[in-house]
């Protein structure tokens, strides 16, 4: 299978700071990224996705970079918030392009 | 609830047994994929279908392991012959093809092999 790795495997912010999670993909094949959130109890939830030919993508307090040069992917979140505490993975599409990889996950703890 | 619903959210099963789990998509939703997830990992790709259509199969999808969607609607996992190594959260998640990236998670059901 694919490797999508993350560098740390848990994160603890206080509220309010920005937080990055890290990752590391591959497949230089892949051509699409996503980053998911699962909380504990629930199924992955996705909070954002970026094409290869992108660098930057903004969403609601996240956003997504992607250097396909060291094959690196990170989500950063502005002003942590208690809601934000939950495990983060990153996704890739691989060689087939219809199905996804995930990563072992980093688990995001935000400190009132 | 319009998500993505699985049934049940739990099974115990002795080892040896047969199981099966059912997913309920979004109603307007042509993809739908099952995923493995065991303890501290990330989900694992097990399968997909578009509409009727089972398109792509994992490796880890061994001959006990079976999958239908015969409507194009709700799919169902089977488990044949249940093994410890089973035990797992099994996850549904659905897309519509043309944003088949923006897939939604149902809740899973946990298999525990006994």
């Known amino acids: 299978g694919e490797s999508v790795g993350l560098h740390l495997p848990t994160l603890s912010v206080q509220e309010g700071d920005n937080s990055i999670i890290n990752c590391a993909y591959s497949n230089s094949a892949s051509d699409y990224f996503i980053w998911y959130k699962q909380e504990s109890g629930k199924g992955p939830q996705f909070i954002i996705d970026?094409?290869?030919?992108?660098d930057k993508r903004q969403g609601q307090r996240v956003t997504v970079l992607l250097n396909k040069t060291v094959k690196h992917l990170s989500l950063q979140i502005a002003a942590t918030q208690p809601g934000d505490s939950a495990v983060y993975f990153c996704a890739e599409n691989g060689d087939t392009g219809n199905q996804f990889y995930f990563g072992t996950g980093t688990s995001l703890t935000v400190i009132p | 609830d319009t998500g993505v619903s699985q049934d049940p959210r739990h099974k115990i099963t002795k080892r040896g047994q047969n199981v099966t789990f059912r997913c309920d998509p979004i109603?307007?939703?042509?993809?739908l994929y099952w995923y493995r997830q065991t303890l501290g990992q990330g989900p694992e790709f097990l399968t997909y279908?578009?509409?009727?259509?089972?398109?792509?199969k994992s490796r880890l999808l061994s001959d006990r392991f079976s999958a239908e969607r015969p409507k194009g609607s709700f799919s169902t996992l089977e488990i044949q012959r249940t093994e410890q190594g089973d035990s797992a959260m099994y996850l549904c998640?659905?897309?519509?093809?043309?944003?088949?990236?923006?897939?939604?998670f149902g809740q899973g059901t946990r298999l525990t092999v006994v």
């Open positions: 279908f578009q509409n009727e259509a089972q398109l792509e």
């Open positions: 998640a659905s897309s519509l093809q043309g944003a088949w990236t923006e897939a939604f």
């Open positions: 109603s307007e939703h042509n993809r």
């Open positions: 970026i094409r290869s030919n992108m």
